[in-house]
């Protein structure tokens, strides 16, 4: 039974850098896509964007700039980290498996999430 | 890239059928047969419902089912129960990232 567990502080101090852990078990991390996704208190979903295995990154263009996602096939983690946050940034961030090993079919393996608030 | 459009709310007594429809462009519902919709419960995770518009992982009951016409995607969920009351949210691929809708409040009378 493949599970996904995020792990990273639970309070960012505005300007600095958000880092999350997405730790894999129960399955190889080769072969799939892996996401990040957040969802604000009480709003909506919204993808931060995915990883091939490979290392092969796609971005949610409106957060490209403070972005950066990266893989460690031997740790069988993925990573997320977001520069320069602000209160905007408060959410819970899930991460999340490509269904049957693609980009398009959106995600059906997720992690609990874990929340994050940005706040001095 | 805009989020799609959905119902903030519908509402159904258990055992009827409701439809929750997902509008969006050419960019994302109308150029791609990759959407897919998430059963969201309070404090939960997202769980994948439909996806490629109309087929069920497995596990999923046959009581969801989803189709779509040009720009908009729908999904419908017959004989309710009292357990489908929870947030919907509809999903495409896009050649960024995926988009989400706003999310759906399903109520079950």
């Known amino acids: 039974q493949v599970q996904l567990q995020e792990s990273g502080p639970g309070l960012v101090k505005p300007s600095e850098t958000l880092s999350l852990t997405c730790t894999v078990s129960?399955?190889?991390?080769?072969?799939?896509?892996w996401s990040w996704i957040r969802q604000p208190p009480g709003k909506g979903l919204e993808c931060i964007g995915y990883?091939?295995?490979?290392?092969?990154?796609t971005y949610n263009p409106s957060l490209k700039s403070r972005v950066t996602m990266s893989v460690d096939t031997s740790k069988n983690q993925f990573s997320l980290k977001l520069s320069s946050v602000t209160a905007a940034d408060t959410a819970v961030y899930f991460c999340?498996?490509?269904?049957?090993?693609?980009?398009?079919?959106?995600?059906?393996?997720w992690g609990q999430g874990t929340m994050i608030t940005v706040s001095s | 890239q805009s989020a799609l459009t959905q119902p903030a709310t519908v509402s159904g007594s258990p055992g009827q059928s409701i439809t929750i429809s997902c509008s969006g462009t050419?960019?994302?519902?109308?150029?791609?047969?990759?959407v897919s919709w998430y059963q969201q419960h309070p404090g939960k995770a997202p769980k994948l419902m439909i996806y490629d518009v109309s087929n069920r992982p497995s596990g999923v009951s046959n009581r969801f089912s989803g189709s779509k016409s040009g720009d908009t995607a729908s999904l419908t969920i017959s004989g309710l129960q009292a357990e489908d009351e929870a947030d919907y949210y509809c999903?495409?691929?896009?050649?960024?990232?995926?988009?989400f809708g706003g999310g759906t409040k399903l109520t079950v009378l």
């Open positions: 999340a498996r490509g269904y049957s090993g693609r980009k398009s079919a959106g995600a059906d393996i």
């Open positions: 129960g399955d190889s991390i080769t072969h799939y896509y």
């Open positions: 999903s495409s691929y896009t050649s960024s990232t995926w988009v």
């Open positions: 990883i091939f295995y490979s290392g092969s990154t």
């Open positions: 050419s960019s994302d519902v109308g150029g791609y047969n990759y």
